[in-house]
T-cell receptor, first 116, second 115 residues
Framework: GAGVSQSPSNKVTEKGKDVELRCDPISGHTALYWYRQSLGQGLEFLIYFQGNSAPDKSGLPSDRFSAERTGGSVSTLTIQRTQQEDSAVYLC??????????????FGPGTRLTVT | AQKVTQAQTEISVVEKEDVTLDCVYETRDTTYYLFWYKQPPSGELVFLIRRNSFDEQNEISGRYSWNFQKSTSSFNFTITASQVVDSAVYFCALSSNNAGNMLTFGGGTRLMVKP
């Protein structure tokens, strides 16, 4: 079946502008994660959605970052007033998850964000 | 706090050599999960394996094998008879229910297999 998809694949934006990144998880996966990968910081967790529960936002680096997940499926990560340090590859992952069990996460191809 | 350490930042081997990628982890949880992912030059992270903390059996899949040792908090990955297509960055990762299920990644090991 289809894997995790993300759009756009590349985004160049000017410092101070807002950006929205989209993630379509694998159909039927209840858990959705956002990570970012940058040269200096490696792979970092940003936010986690599980079903209808409140998201775990513990990894968001500042209040300029927010995310939502509509209808338990598609998710949008929004970065307001972008800064050059926001430049990174933003990765989305999804997994099946039932109570008490953890499954592997499958990753999308990522969105490369460049802030000029 | 959870932590994953991949001490080898870069390894270079010649095709057909065996190579082992090291992974050491830290966690206070008694139930946790360990993973290996491959990131080829194309950039997409590819899932390779998941192990549960209560299952210390080693696993072999073709040329790949994994050695999980709780006593040393290690989860090492061996590629036998390496091939050029194995060239990639390999990430070890850790998660646990108590830590929110997000993955904590190691810094990655870049493997270069030369013909």
């Amino acid at each position: 079946g289809a894997g995790v998809s993300q759009s756009p694949s590349n985004k160049v934006t000017e410092k101070g502008k807002d950006v929205e990144l989209r993630c379509d998880p694998i159909s039927g996966h209840t858990a959705l994660y956002w990570y970012r990968q940058s040269l200096g910081q490696g792979l970092e967790f940003l936010i986690y959605f599980q079903g209808n529960s409140a998201p775990d936002k513990s990894g968001l680096p500042s209040d300029r970052f927010s995310a939502e997940r509509t209808g338990g499926s598609v998710s949008t990560l929004t970065i307001q007033r972008t800064q050059q340090e926001d430049s990174a590859v933003y990765l989305c992952a999804s997994s099946s998850r039932t109570s008490g069990k953890t499954y592997e996460q499958y990753f999308g191809p990522g969105t490369r964000l460049t802030v000029t | 706090a959870q932590k994953v350490t991949q001490a080898q930042t870069e390894i270079s081997v010649v095709e057909k050599e065996d190579v082992t990628l090291d992974c050491v982890y830290e966690t206070r949880d008694t139930t946790y999960y360990l993973f290996w992912y491959k990131q080829p030059p194309s950039g997409e992270l590819v899932f390779l394996i998941r192990r549960n903390s209560f299952d210390e059996q080693n696993e072999i899949s073709g040329r790949y094998s994994w050695n999980f040792q709780k006593s040393t908090s290690s989860f090492n990955f061996t590629i036998t008879a390496s091939q050029v297509v194995d060239s990639a960055v390999y990430f070890c990762a850790l998660s646990s229910n108590n830590a929110g299920n997000m993955l904590t990644f190691g810094g990655g090991t870049r493997l270069m297999v030369k013909p």
